[in-house]
């Protein structure tokens, strides 16, 4: 263990294991000035340096033991004077602010990604469905009139208008004994080729009406069917008087493609490229905020390393390495004052 006298800067080297208790005194060989001396800690190695006194110079601390707890020996030094170590492994700051700002992205992008599965359908579900519920009411409500006069030339004119809407794959009605007497599709371009040839041929399907069928004691129902390769969301009213069941599909395909077509829009994709290129320029900002500090710092620690301690350390750079810089510039100097005061 290093000890240097604080009046005249000698340099003792002390065998620390001798020491009993937790501190000791000794008086300095050169100028007598009194040494008080604590036990560092077990993970601390001690320093060597050249020093010799004597056992008879020390004395005993009443409150820790005597002087047998402590010996002297002469410390050896390099040639060079100057302890070398290899250079630490390990990443960059660099490194440490991109994977920070890469996991911050994924992690962002993934809540998004979580939100959107978990609640974006389910909302454009009910939209869906409320939309093909006022269209089938409404076209309920038109149909009534014409079907209890058995005026069956008006209620194709409004299944066929109903089915003209935005959206609307097909606009059916039922008579009591559940046959087709109106049932138009808004665009059969849109169906399978052998869908379509069934329905030139036999007409409206009547596995539609079956695969939505109006359970016992409701008045209405909506239920998501594949009809001729597309998938849609038929919605299913009992008309008053049991006189039938009007049935308006949405398409669902139609829905999904227009999201789809949202998210993948210039104006989304410009938001993106935007917001990861902000991101970016964040991280080099970042990282040369903080490296470029840590390497003029660095490098002011190597110099002074080798004996440059006329140099001045400013500092520069966020708060902490400026604290450090300071540190390092208060540390400079005591070396510095010392090492003149061993030189006179």
Known sequence: MLVICEDCAKK???DENKIKGGSARFSCQECGHIIVVKKPPKNVAPVKETADIKESQVKSDPAIGGSEGMSQRPASQGASGIATTKEGKGWPISAYLFLTLVTGFFV???TFSYLYLKYIPEIINQQI??????IAQSFAGVIQKPLL????LQVNKEAQRTSALPGVAYAAVTNKRGIVIAGFFSDLN???RQFVMDVKKKGFPKKIIKANALPAGMKENSKQISVGGQTVLDHVIALPNKEGEVHVAVY??????AIRNVLLSPLTL?????VLFVGFIIFLLLTRSIT??????????NRISLGEMDLSITPRGPREMRELAVAFERMRYSVKAALDRLKK
């Open 270 to 274: 410009s938001l993106v490229g935007g």
């Open 129 to 134: 469905e409320l939309r093909t519920t006022a």
């Open 12 to 14: 003792y080297n002390i």
């Open 292 to 301: 470029k500090p840590t390497r003029q710092l660095t490098d002011m620690a």
């Open 149 to 152: 006069v058995r005026n069956y």
């Open 252 to 257: 669902v395909s139609e829905i999904d493609d």
């Open 190 to 192: 849109r169906f399978d």
């Open 108 to 110: 962002i992008s993934g």
